[in-house]
């Protein structure tokens, strides 16, 4: 159930990103797929994450696809710090830059 309407700005607000597809899914599409029983992601039906180490993992995967939104994802955390990633700005940069 998805709708491909355009996401209303800002976007965070109105809308979250899977990691599994890295899509952005507008919360009215994440409501009607929970009341249709479908407790996976509602673009690709994978389980979400269970943790830190199981969603960098799936992000690693799609980065090794050359997948640019998870690059840029994963340059974001390491820039950051986050999801069990110490703080690595060069890491970030060099993901970038890829």
């Known amino acids: ?8 700005l ?17 919360y009215g599409c994440k409501m009607a797929a929970v009341k249709r029983g479908i407790d ?12 830190d180490a199981e969603s960098l993992a799936m992000v690693q995967a799609r980065v090794a696809k050359k997948d640019p939104d998870a690059i840029n994802f994963l340059g ?3 820039y950051h710090g986050l999801i069990g990633l110490q ?6 940069v060099a993901l970038w830059e890829e």
Do not use: N, Q, W
């Open 87 to 92: 703080k690595d700005v060069r890491k970030a």
């Open 1 to 8: 159930p998805i709708c491909t309407l355009p996401i209303p």
């Open 40 to 51: 996976d992601c509602p673009f690709c039906r994978t389980a979400y994450p269970c943790g």
């Open 76 to 78: 974001e955390k390491y």
């Open 10 to 26: 800002p976007m965070h607000e109105h809308s979250a990103f899977e990691l599994c597809c890295m899509k952005r899914i507008c």
